[in-house]
């Protein structure tokens, strides 16, 4: 089997589409793309058929929360608006009709366009992509769907991507899944918002990596323009433009020609700038100052800033058409308080970029329960910065103990929950009451998602998920069985 076809896997919720999921089988197979046994699974991206005229099945979110989900609702007719949101909301990336009394031979039959690799792929990934077989128009959007997901998987995977965008979370995941797609497959201009240190400027490399430009990665700090000397670091100045201008110099847009524009903190900008600004991004050119020839320039424009523009905008501080020029496409960085099961790949990353090279360097068990127990205002800068410090202090070979941990650093010796019971936790205890739950019931959800996320940690073995829980085996196959979870 070819190591390059895309996989999936496809799961019938219900016998009223069982037809329509063997008929999507059929399709999928005869189209390249390999289909794995066992049904719904964690991890990977899969195909979720059920019946469109029902509600969404009980167990989506369930399914959605441990992979990247295809939902198709198998209907004579299109389902309605709000049972397409409800599937979203539940965590399927998208959703689609699947006419139930003609599936597989509804629609013109033809190679359609929208069956074959996008076009908007990167050559080298449209080429790895088997063609199709003549298909449906139902058969070609899902085929479309699935290989542009392929896609965008064989970059999350690549080194560009995984070795510089470190973590796991759905919520961490998520994110780059979106940034990989809108890098590799538009040049549309991008904002970044989120607090400070939690990678704006890793993203952004990111995006020039993948967006194919020839030029190079220029990044312009708005946090240090002065007023007097702003506009000669975006356009750059000739000779004599003003005081001790003694030769030419290239500002921001020439050195970003044929690249990518990085404007950090982009909120910063005094707003006679942000005028001068929207005037280049909109026509392509820019003066020198001190010249009177317009000078032609091309890069992907990418911003980022810690402020809220949308209340800069609401405030009169920060210009409404720029905004909206260089935000075309949004997304927020998560602060390290809402992805803290990340901590430890983070914080083993920053460890490896520390140790010399071929060494073999890990955490001693009670240091990494401790990093991942501390709270990091500054997020992950201030996290590689605390593993930066305690490498400083390690010596020798072996596991990185307790002691290297400064002890300004240190947790005080209270023992008991503190490590997990915390903020975050009440929080979500706190939701649960506000949104009508009983003790019974929350104890019931927090066990079911322990439980979930131990066997998908454990890659499924219910041995080594009951001795992590400290039940028995067969205490947790009955707790399985009893939430309606099958051993597939």
Known sequence: MNSAAPTVWLHCADEASSASAAQVRSVLMQNGIVVEAGGARAG?????VFDGLAAAPAQMRQWCARAQVLALASAAAAPPAPQLWQCLAAGAADVQWWPA???????????????????????????????????SLPAAALLARLRRWHAVETLLRSPIVSQCLV???????????????????????????GETGTGKDLIAQTIHRLSGCKGDFTVLDCTTLSPELCGSELFGHERGAFTGAAAARDGAF????????????????????????????QERKYKRLGSNSWQPTQFRLVCATNRELETEVA?????????????????RTPPLRERREDIPALASHFLRELAPPGSCCEFDPALAACLLARD???????????????WHRHCGVGPVTVGALPPEDRP???????????????????????????????????????????LDEENG????????????????????????????
Not at 180 to 193: K, N
Request: with cysteine.
């Open 315 to 331: 405030q009169g501080r920060f210009r409404a058409d720029l905004y909206y020029r260089i935000a075309a496409w949004r997304c």
């Open 412 to 454: 005080a010796c209270d023992g008991g929950d503190a490590g997990w019971l915390d903020a975050a936790f009440e929080t979500a205890i706190r939701h649960a009451l506000a949104m009508g739950a009983g003790l019974t019931r929350i104890s019931q959800v927090a066990a079911d998602v322990a439980i979930r996320i131990v």
């Open 254 to 281: 020439a050195l970003a020609d044929g690249g990518l524009l990085f404007l950090d903190e982009v909120g910063e900008l005094p707003l006679p700038l942000q005028a001068q600004l929207l005037r280049a991004i």
């Open 461 to 488: 073995s219910n041995q080594r998920a009951a001795l992590r829980l400290g039940v028995t085996d067969r205490a947790l196959q009955i707790r399985r069985k009893r939430g309606g979870e099958s051993e597939s």
């Open 44 to 48: 990977g991206c899969g195909v979720l």
């Open 101 to 135: 009394t003609a599936a597989g031979t509804a629609g013109a039959v033809a190679r359609s366009a929208s069956a074959r690799p996008p076009s908007s792929l990167p050559a080298s990934l449209s080429a790895s992509l088997p063609t199709s077989a003549p298909v």
């Open 167 to 193: 973590g796991a979370s759905a919520r961490w995941q998520t994110l780059v899944r979106e940034v990989v797609e809108v890098a590799a497959l538009t040049q549309s201009p991008v904002l970044i918002t």
């Open 376 to 390: 990091y205002p500054g997020n992950v800068r201030e996290l590689r910065q605390t593993v930066a410090r305690i």
